[in-house]
């Protein structure tokens, strides 16, 4: 495959990896990490470097449901990460901005968290360790399998949303959480006249004890892009045991006219509701300059995609 | 914004790299400086009234500071911190040195103490966030925004002593991380002085940045000392259900920590204390009620919503019979809630009374691994010919296996120390870690090698040298010296490598 840039890099494995790092350090070539090609314009332009493709790293390379934790290469998409613990009836809730065709890797590279990350945990949270070759070659292996962790400095922290400016992230060690036994998705309409109302109720709900696992307020453009009528206020998400759901219901119910919404309308939220990326406005402090400095000090990986000029 | 231009910095490869420094260049001179920033009643340099700081919560490693230096203020910590960095003097801060790991020890260096910085700076209960200042004592945060309905979740068994800011060091948990996370889940942003002098506010990049926050929290006191930390707050459940699940063997009380998880619970708090620490426990002043013909006892906690709470409570209880409990007790009332908690948090105090010393442990394994380590754990005790009780974290797979001994006895410190190196390769080998709470200190140090590759832990020194290049901050501590490959040399660590190189 030939791609601007160059051949494809395609290394079978994290020492191949560290070999391709190690060469293109010395000829002063850069390369550009490609997992699914999801984000690919996300930042600013990444010119003159070689594509390397990580479709090596993917699949589950452990999965101990009675431990929830799984670890899986960086190329495993979301939907293959999803198919496989819900067979369990478990579940990594990542949701991204996006779609499941996305990446884990590039998920946790960009720190992509998503509506429900409020209430289910953002990437940072839900990451216990990671597999990476950095700038200078080096083969880390931070983190791990276990849930509580504080052996040595956090690799895994520093590197999870740097963008793959500082490692290639090879292999993810992931939480994972059971699935709520009941779940129901409502969407408040209100018109003109009733709106503030119902957002005070609906403040007051999120306040109270009944902990949605997302609640997504609608403008009258956000309501046309999932294909509601301009009355469409808030989505919310419940998901709990009967009795909590029956609570949460009806509570909902008491906050306005609450009506039973398709639980795909999620999917759609993630698809078209999607902030603007975070890398387009990098902080570039000095701590921020020193620590790409240190892991990637020939600026090899991603140059220029937060704006660092290549 | 563009990247500063110019070449990758210059690394200098020492096949001996230097230690890191140690000694105060000039202790009396800086003394001096120090007393004239803070007030000379708050510098101490006689030996004995340092005394108290040789310490902290593990008993058995001492460790003499030069000095100690106690800041009064946020303007004075920055001065204090500048007047070291311009002495060049390595430091080590230090909150209310109740830490587990010999972290906050200054061995012949600077010891900066904290706990005057008490201030509770602000309170949004609307926004749920405290801006508080590092010396303040865990518990008083949560007592003070009490009036609010919230609290402050994560609850090291030491919260009552221990400070905020010794807990953002650690990345500090506690019994109810299980379902609240651990500090680091708890802040939000913090401004702190580098070693070098430098303030700087960190977050977490959610805004398009490094997670620089992430790495700061659980450094153990190496990349700098905060100023003053913004942390999240926790709305007080509406309802909470404590119950006390009785077994007849430690395996069936882990089996029934897999099955509640399995379910799909996610308890509050789930706690494993075996017989010898029941006995220990129910001995003492703490005794909280526990069945002393127990092998080993769950204390499990749900809280949340009171809709759905008692379906949880039953399902809890189901596993618990299901896995063979002789009894499972819900707590009437919160008095007697607070009793059955009592027992656990003052457990490490209770064995105090088993003997002088106690070996304290802090190992993490996958749940699922529980109950075979825990038999393996007994084996290895039998062997030594020591008594291990088990008080720990179940429900995170977070081990605390502690030997009640007399450090007196050479004999005894022996089997205990064998005893305990054997059990944490045990960790090691089932993929666990080394530390789940504790933090690597110097306690931990000779661990790092068997849990990282070379490369992993030079990485760490990189990181490492990202806040504080001239290394000067708890120096020895946490990655063990000769891992860092590479000593890239500030003016100061340079200095200090010819002369090494030259002897």
Redesign the interface.
């Known amino acids: 495959m030939t791609a601007p840039g160059g051949p494809t890099h395609t290394p079978a494995g994290t020492a191949e990896l560290a070999a391709l790092v190690r060469d293109a350090s010395a000829r002063r070539a850069r390369l550009r990490i490609r997992g699914a090609g999801t984000w690919m314009d996300a930042g600013h332009p990444v010119r003159d470097a070689e594509p390397l493709s990580l479709e090596a790293f993917r699949g589950v390379d452990a999965h101990?449901?009675?431990?929830?934790?799984i670890s899986v290469g960086a190329a495993t998409t979301l939907a293959e990460l999803d198919e496989v613990t819900r067979a369990h009836?478990q579940w990594c809730p990542l949701l991204p901005w996006g779609d499941d065709t996305g990446t884990v890797g590039a998920t946790v590279a960009t720190?992509t968290d998503g509506p429900c990350a409020a209430a289910l945990g953002?990437p940072?949270?839900l990451v216990l360790g990671v597999e990476a070759v950095?700038g200078?070659a080096?083969?880390?292996?931070?983190g791990?399998?276990?849930?509580?962790?504080?052996?040595?400095?956090?690799?895994t922290?520093?590197l999870?949303?740097?963008w793959g400016t500082?490692a290639v992230l090879t292999r993810l060690h992931l939480r994972l959480?059971?699935?709520?036994?009941g779940e129901e998705s409502w969407v408040l309409h209100a018109d003109d006249a009733g709106v503030e109302r119902l957002r005070a109720a609906l403040d007051a709900f999120a306040?109270g004890?009944?902990?949605p696992m997302a609640i997504v307020r609608l403008g009258a453009a956000s309501a046309g892009a999932l294909g509601f009528d301009g009355s469409a206020r808030a989505l919310v998400r419940v998901g709990?045991?009967?009795?909590?759901?029956?609570?949460?219901r009806s509570r909902l119910a008491a906050c306005g006219d609450a009506r039973p919404a398709d639980p795909a309308i999620w999917n759609a939220v993630r698809a078209r509701l999607a902030p603007e990326d975070?890398?387009?406005?990098?902080?570039?402090?000095?701590?921020?300059?020193?620590?790409?400095?240190?892991?990637d000090?020939?600026?090899l990986l991603n140059p220029g995609l937060l704006?660092?000029?290549a | 914004?563009?990247?500063?231009?110019g070449p990758?910095?210059s690394f200098r490869r020492l096949r001996d790299a230097p230690s890191f420094p140690r000694v105060n260049p000039d202790a009396p001179a800086l003394a001096a400086t120090l007393a004239r920033i803070v007030g000379a009643r708050h510098v101490l340099t006689r030996a004995s009234s340092l005394l108290v700081y040789r310490s902290d919560g593990l008993p058995g490693l001492e460790r003499q500071p030069a000095l100690a230096v106690f800041p009064g203020s946020r303007e004075e910590l920055v001065a204090v911190m500048r007047a070291l960095a311009e002495a060049e003097a390595p430091f080590v801060a230090r909150g209310a040195g109740t830490g587990l790991s010999g972290g906050a020890l200054a061995d012949g260096v600077t010891l900066l103490g904290l706990h005057r910085l008490k201030r509770i700076i602000a309170v949004d209960a609307e926004a749920r966030t405290a801006t508080v200042e590092p010396g303040v004592v865990n518990a008083s945060l949560s007592r003070a925004v009490a009036p609010h309905g919230l609290h402050y979740a994560p609850d090291p068994s030491s919260q009552t002593a221990c400070t905020i800011g010794g807990n953002i060091a650690?990345?500090a948990?506690g019994p109810h991380?299980l379902k609240y996370?651990?500090t680091?889940?708890h802040v939000v942003r913090a401004t702190v002085v580098l070693p070098d002098g430098?303030l700087?506010t960190?977050d977490?990049?959610?805004?398009?940045?490094?997670?620089?926050l992430?790495?700061f929290?659980?450094?153990e006191g190496?990349f700098g000392v905060v100023v003053d930390v913004t942390v999240r707050l926790t709305?007080d459940?509406?309802r909470v259900i404590t119950l006390l699940a009785d077994f007849t063997s430690v395996r069936a009380a882990a089996d029934a920590t897999?099955r509640i998880?399995?379910?799909?619970?996610?308890p509050a708090a789930l706690e494993l204390m075996d017989q010898a620490t029941i006995e220990a426990v129910e001995s003492s002043i703490y005794a909280a009620g526990y069945p002393r013909d127990a092998a080993a006892v769950l204390l499990i906690e749900v809280d949340?919503?009171?809709?759905?709470l008692?379906?949880?409570a039953r399902a809890v209880e189901a596993e618990c019979r299901g896995a063979g409990a002789r009894e499972v007790r819900i707590a009437h009332d919160a008095a007697e809630r607070a009793r059955l908690w009592q027992g656990r948090k003052k457990a490490f105090g209770a064995m105090g009374r088993v003997a002088p010393h106690l070996a304290v442990q802090d190992a993490?394994?996958?749940?699922?691994r529980l109950a075979d380590l825990l038999d393996e754990i007994r084996r290895i005790g039998e062997r030594h010919g020591v008594r291990v009780c088990n008080v720990f974290?179940a429900g995170?797979?977070?081990l605390h296996p502690n030997i009640p001994y007399d450090a007196n006895d050479p004999d005894a410190s022996r089997r205990v120390h064998g005893a305990m190196r054997e059990i944490m390769t045990r960790c090691i080998a089932e993929?666990?870690?080394?530390?789940?709470?504790?933090?690597?200190g110097l306690d931990?140090l000779p661990y790092?090698d068997a849990?990282?590759?070379a490369?992993?832990?030079?990485?760490?020194c990189?990181?490492?040298?990202?806040?504080d290049p001239s290394r000067r901050a708890n120096p020895g501590k946490?990655?063990p010296v000769r891992a860092c490959r590479e000593w890239?040399a500030a003016p100061a660590a340079r200095a200090l490598a010819r002369e090494a190189v030259a002897r």
Do not use: Q
């Open positions: 101990t449901p009675g431990d929830l934790t009836r720190a953002r940072r949270d950095d200078r080096r083969t880390l292996v931070a791990g399998r276990v849930v509580k962790n504080v052996a040595g400095f956090d690799l922290r520093a999870t949303g740097s500082l959480r059971a699935l709520p036994p306040r004890p009944l902990a709990g045991n009967a009795a909590f759901v029956a609570e949460s975070r890398a387009r406005r990098w902080d570039w402090n000095a701590l921020s300059l020193r620590i790409r400095e240190r892991f000090p020939a600026r704006g660092d000029a | 914004m563009p990247l500063a231009s990758p910095s650690e990345n948990g991380c996370g651990v680091l889940n430098t700087t960190l977490r990049g959610d805004e398009g940045g490094y997670d620089l992430g790495a929290v659980g450094s190496c709305r459940p509406e897999s998880v399995a379910a799909g619970i996610l949340g919503a009171a809709a759905g008692e379906d949880d993490v394994v996958p749940r699922t974290h995170d797979g977070n993929g666990g870690t080394i530390t789940g709470e504790h933090g690597v931990k790092m849990l990282f590759t490369d992993t832990l030079d990485a760490m990189t990181l490492r040298d990202v806040f946490v990655v890239h």
